[in-house]
């Protein structure tokens, strides 16, 4: 209960208590041993497959959409030789996956929701398709499915969620299962987060400087794929022509005899280096998938820390108003009004109030101090449940993230050295390609004959180079031969 008026400060503080950091540690623990107790213990969990189909939407109009089918089946060891269960299968469009994510928001907003995969194709470098049906496309999005799925499986609250498990074993009636929980009336308007945020007076270091973290990482990630995209552009561009390396090579082959099948073998190098960078960059795009997955979860921790700033402006809105009424209490008391106001104008115009009219004010203001001191009381206990649970997953998503990043960063890097390794293994190749044509030039016996013939006939060895310590290929040059005589013109 508060004691008086300038107290309110001071209750809006409570829900604002930090952690220890042995307190922060055993979070991560105990949420590392709950993690053992999830859905997946139970449960296999996939996204085999997509199909293409066309129907009417809900305007009466034919659309082509996508749809995946997911498979789970019982977590059981097959014994050696058996044969595992068939799955239970169903199949979902990417609205119901999007529909869930918003249930799980609203139902639970002090976890990091796990993001869903891109809806349309975003930092594409510009060989890359943006449709939405590209097979391409559609083949990594099932792929960003399955592993939202799983990300839900593993959390230790989410994948106890009865609308989760039913999401994935009922296909039918399951949308007017999960709009009949009314999670849509829970949902704060975005208006009310941002007044919230604008208007709150004592908001918590820690998400604060989450939430500029988060926002900095976005940036961070964000260049990051458009830095890809644009070196994707011209790594592609360097491999095709790499292709015109191969033309030309068997264009000049065609007019050669000896070079002939040296130069061939050389094209054929160089086509087959320009042809492989199409899957090299279809490998790049999962690895791109990965840092775009962590782009969309920094929109996720963002709600998070949007929900304790609405909780904390509620707090202090609540702590605010119980102060005025225990003010409008204490100056009903003494008669007295500290600030000026429209009630003290009337009594000064039309007199006191009676006896009986301020001792039921009294009894009316006390019964709503209560009242206020109840919802005081209440906003601080959920505020403080909120920080605790929130910083409980807060904490074992920067577990995740470290591991996810480093280990996707790792790969990306083991792909490029792979990839330098390929063009240099092309290049080795082509030169093996070149010194044949050299070899065969050199061994043929009657290029040999001509090459000595056409040496010049003084060009000799002055001492046997096999004999021990005589100087190998020293020449000397023989000396000019004697002056013939020459007949002398006599003048007559």
């Known amino acids: 209960m508060m004691a008086d008026s300038g107290s309110s400060e001071e209750v809006a503080v409570i829900g604002n208590t930090d952690l220890t950091s042995t307190e922060s540690e055993n979070n991560i623990i105990n949420t590392m041993v709950e993690k053992g107790t999830s859905l997946l213990r139970k449960m296999e969990i996939n996204v085999a497959e997509a199909e293409k189909r066309t129907g009417k939407n809900t305007v009466n109009m034919q659309e082509t959409y996508t749809v995946y089918l997911i498979e789970t089946r019982p977590a059981e060891t097959v014994p050696e030789g058996g044969t595992p269960a068939a799955p239970d299968t169903l199949w979902r469009r990417y609205s119901e996956f999007e529909l869930l994510r918003t249930y799980l928001l609203v139902t639970y907003p002090y976890i990091i929701i796990p993001p869903l995969p891109e809806k349309r194709a975003e930092f594409v470098w510009h060989k890359l398709s943006a449709d939405n049906l590209d097979p391409d496309f ?5 792929v960003g499915l399955e592993n939202f799925l799983l990300r839900v499986a593993s959390h230790s609250v989410l994948s106890n969620d009865e609308i989760f498990y039913r999401f994935l074993t009922e296909e039918k009636g399951w949308r007017e299962m999960v709009l009949e929980t009314g999670f849509q009336d829970k949902a704060d308007s975005r208006l009310k987060s941002l ?9 918590d270091k820690r998400f604060t400087a989450l939430k500029h973290y988060s926002d900095e990482l976005n940036t961070v990630i964000s260049q990051l794929l458009r830095v890809r995209a644009r070196v994707a552009d011209r790594m592609y561009g360097v491999y095709k022509v790499h292709g015109n390396y191969g033309r030309v090579f068997s264009e000049w082959s065609a007019i050669e005899k000896e070079m002939g099948d040296g130069l061939q073998s050389a094209g054929h190098h160089m086509d087959t280096y320009a042809a492989s960078i199409d899957d090299i960059l279809e490998e790049e795009e999962h690895y791109a998938d990965q840092l775009k997955e962590y782009l969309f979860y920094t929109d996720a921790v963002r709600s998070v820390c949007r929900k304790h700033e609405l909780i904390q402006y ?36 039309f007199g006191q ?12 203001l006390e019964q709503s101090i209560q009242e206020g001191e109840e919802a005081v009381k209440e906003k601080n206990t959920e505020c403080q449940e909120f920080v605790r649970t929130a910083w409980e997953d807060i904490e074992r998503f920067k577990e995740q993230k470290d591991k996810d990043l480093r280990e996707a960063l790792i790969s990306y890097a083991i792909m490029q050295i792979s990839m330098c390794k390929k063009g240099i293994q092309v290049w080795s190749n082509a030169k093996e390609c070149f010194n044949k044509i050299q070899k065969e030039r050199t061994t043929d016996p009657r290029r040999r004959a001509l090459s000595r013939a056409s040496k010049a006939p003084w060009r000799r060895h002055w001492s046997d180079p096999t004999r021990k310590n ?10 000019d031969p004697p002056e013939t005589s020459k007949p002398v013109n006599c003048p007559v």
Request: charged fraction near 35%.
């Open 138 to 142: 559609v083949e990594r999005r099932r």
């Open 195 to 203: 007044s919230a945020m604008f208007r709150v007076k004592n908001p």
């Open 314 to 349: 509620e707090l202090e809105m609540a702590a605010q108003d119980l102060a005025h009424k225990k003010q409008q209490k204490e100056e009903l008391a003494t008669g007295t009004v500290r600030v000026f106001s429209l009630k003290g104008m009337t009594s000064k115009l």
């Open 353 to 364: 109030e009676s006896q009986e009219q301020r001792e039921s004010r009294l009894a009316a």
């Open 470 to 479: 005589a100087p190998a290929h020293r020449h000397t040059r023989p000396p």
